[in-house]
């Protein structure tokens, strides 16, 4: 294609309506028609990035290979389109403001006056450009966080308003995401919101080219009539989106409304082709029907908030559909663990994640989960932090290092067994002190997680921590059965540990739920579940013996 194509999602009445969900189901469907897409965020808090945002706020902080913390939308779009995303795929107004300060230092603007009109705007589009310009897509999808009539969105629309009269016609479009609610009392659909947020989207001077309509009931041609004529948009051009039982349905629903085949339209591309959907019905029906069940813990502290590990969640969810297993997670909260309630918390679970994390609290109860796990034989997975905590537990309780700790939680231990990097103890500025992104790591041969990897020698995968496993304390712990089988040849730094007399025991520095998708489910939460299935037939076994 000798010119890129943009897609603009908005959103009206309410937040939290799917934008990211649709994005990447349209995104998806544009993909198996043959067309190079890719998606990306804009978030209009001040923030620079959500790195450090409390993930009871926000959700988790999902991370690329290049580092960026970023938005967990980029984790939907990663997992649907199996494409990387990278730092030009969220932007925040927060880096938009950092950008424009830092250029009117350098005297960029030649002693202008700077305003929103027309710097920052000038800043938003070209992110939103970036993308497009690099030649590598057909089609880029932006998504526009928030809500339209929000004060913090406002220089984002008129950005888009800007775009789509710089573009010209048939090069870039609106789909505005809004909600249709059920009003109980009266037994019907209101579509007042609605047309009320269209009609503040056209006071920005944007027009909808397409409406996307979230709803709990079916939407009848009636009402999809005067939702066409009322928001000015085609009667081919109201597109229901009604709740589903997993999101991974969306596309498939999105297909059957033709949301794919209007876009296209209104881009003046061809639509002639059909989607390539094979594989993920294969994996949609898998998901469905299962033939065996497993109940896995996930043991962290944010879990109040199942967007916190939201990652981790869809990995269950495309390693259970690997294994045909439906995987069922019992969110356990790690300050609620103590070694008097261990068994009845932990009791009946047929493998353990010990979830990543900051901070000290909870940690003492995610240490009693991992000895659970590790003297009763249960399947473990400790990811980041959950593996950090695997080491501490070994060294007290195996070593007798009765006071190891992390100098996270106690700067005074005797026994630092997890410490900072030497180069970064001298860093303040929070921000600037974790390892992010993509890292190599070496595995050993003969170990479980070489199996686990299908033999691989050497992997890559996304860290985000602060803290590091501290070979001071290396051939004392290796020597009494934790063995490093995964190493970063560079740093020297350990990656992954394990046990050798545990069936399947293996804590990782890493984050491996930022890399599995439908199409790749991550080899670790595939042996995990894998493994847990095998504990619980063993288990049902032995009762019955």
């Known amino acids: 294609m000798s010119q890129t194509k943009y897609i603009f999602v908005t959103g009206g009445v309410s937040s939290s309506l799917g934008k990211g969900i649709i994005a990447a189901s349209l995104a998806k469907l544009l993909q198996a028609r043959g067309y190079k897409t890719t998606i990306q965020k ?26 960026a913390e970023t938005d967990l939308d980029l984790g939907h779009y990663e997992r649907f389109l199996n494409v990387k995303t990278s730092q030009a795929n969220n932007v925040t107004t927060g880096r938009i403001y950092q950008s424009v300060i830092e250029k009117e230092r350098r005297g960029e603007f030649l002693g202008k006056t700077v305003q929103v009109v027309p710097h920052i705007t000038n800043e938003i589009k070209e992110r939103v450009q970036i993308l497009g310009k690099s030649g590598e897509y057909d089609i880029v999808i ?7 009539g929000d004060i ?8 888009v308003r800007q775009l789509l009269w710089e573009l010209g016609d048939n090069n870039a479009i609106v789909i505005h995401l809004t909600l249709v609610p059920y009003l109980s009392a009266a037994g019907e659909l209101k579509t007042k919101p609605t047309q009320h947020s269209v009609k503040t989207l056209m006071e920005s001077g944007i027009k909808a080219d397409i409406l996307v309509c979230r709803t709990e009931h079916e939407i009848s041609d009636e009402i999809k009539n005067k939702l066409a004529l ?20 969306v596309p498939k629903l999105m297909q059957e409304e033709g949301l794919d085949t209007v876009t296209l339209k209104k881009l003046a591309l061809s639509d002639s082709t059909t989607p390539d959907l094979k594989q993920w019905d294969e994996f949609l029906h898998r998901h469905k029907n299962p033939k065996h069940e497993v109940t896995i813990g996930l043991v962290g502290k944010y879990v ?17 559909a690997v294994n045909e297993v439906r995987v069922n997670v019992r969110f356990i909260h790690s300050e609620h663990i103590t070694s008097k309630t261990i068994v009845k918390t932990l009791g009946g679970l047929d493998g353990i994640l010990v979830a990543p994390g900051f901070g000290e609290r909870g940690v003492e109860g995610k240490i009693e989960a991992v000895r659970y796990a590790r003297e009763n034989k249960i399947p473990f997975l400790g990811i980041c932090l959950g593996m950090q ?38 860093i303040t500025n929070k921000g600037g002190t974790m390892r992010l992104g993509a890292w190599d790591c070496h595995l050993k041969e003969g170990t479980l997680v070489q199996e686990v990897y299908q033999g691989a020698t050497d992997i890559s995968e996304r860290h ?10 290396k051939e004392q712990l290796e020597k009494a059965g934790l063995k490093t089988s995964g190493i970063n040849k560079d740093t020297g730094l350990v990656e992954i540990v394990e046990l050798g007399d545990h069936p399947w025991f293996i804590g990782v520095q890493y984050h491996p739920e930022y890399k599995s998708t439908v199409a790749n489910p991550h080899p670790l939460f595939v042996g995990l579940v894998k493994a847990a299935l095998i504990h619980k037939k063993e288990q049902s076994n032995a009762s019955m013996a």
Do not use: W
């Open 42 to 67: 804009l978030d209009p808090y001040i923030n620079v990035d959500p790195g450090t945002l409390n993930p009871y706020e926000h959700g988790e902080c999902y991370v690329t290979d290049d580092g």
């Open 142 to 148: 932006t998504e526009i966080g928030g809500t339209v």
């Open 152 to 159: 913090e969105s406002l220089p984002y629309i008129e950005a």
């Open 230 to 249: 009322f928001c000015n948009v085609r009667r081919e051009a109201v597109i229901q989106s009604i709740d589903a039982s997993t999101i991974y349905d």
């Open 304 to 320: 109040e908030l199942q967007d916190s590990y939201k990652s981790i969640l869809e990995s269950f969810i495309h390693a259970g």
């Open 389 to 426: 905590m695997a080491v501490i537990e070994f060294a007290r309780n195996v070593l007798r290092l009765e006071k190891a700790s992390s100098t996270e939680m106690d700067g005074s231990t005797p026994d630092p067994v997890i410490s900072l990097m030497e180069e970064q103890k001298t």
């Open 464 to 473: 985000r921590h602060r803290y590091e496993f501290n070979n001071k304390y």
